[in-house]
């Protein structure tokens, strides 16, 4: 088994800063590529941003300069920083894991795993 819990979101004021965390525990042997997903109101799930496990980034051009993706690989943890928060950035963020895992004790299977989602808010 396999779980992906997320802390950190919340209410905050435009200009203000969150910091997601996301962790991954369970059968694991390894952990790919980990990312943020967000879905707002109405709107579909869009990737934020996502790290490669030797630490290779990519943003959504929404995010660039303003949010920062980073990895424990000793902790399988995956951190969003965000600052300067905009309204526009409300939602719920998914952390997403891309992992093999042990699906017995002699075989591994790989496959993409979902947290729960924390809510982020921010008002103006």
């Known amino acids: 088994q396999v779980q992906l819990v997320e802390s950190g979101g919340g209410l905050v004021q435009a200009g203000e800063s969150l910091r997601l965390s996301c962790a991954a525990s369970?059968?694991?042997?390894?952990?790919?590529?980990m990312g943020w997903y967000r879905q707002g109101p109405g709107t579909q799930r869009e990737l934020v941003a996502n790290?490669?496990?030797?630490?290779?980034?990519n943003y959504a051009d929404s995010v660039k300069a303003r949010f920062t993706i980073s990895r424990d690989n000793a902790k399988n943890t995956v951190y969003l920083q965000m600052n300067s928060l905009k309204p526009e950035d409300t939602g719920v963020y998914y952390c997403?894991?891309?992992?093999?895992?042990?699906?017995?004790?002699?075989?591994?299977?790989?496959?993409?795993?979902w947290g729960q989602g924390t809510q982020v808010t921010v008002s103006s």
């Open positions: 369970g059968r694991i042997f390894r952990v790919n590529t």
């Open positions: 790290i490669t496990s030797d630490g290779s980034t």
């Open positions: 997403k894991a891309d992992l093999i895992y042990y699906s017995t004790s002699y075989s591994r299977d790989r496959h993409d795993y």
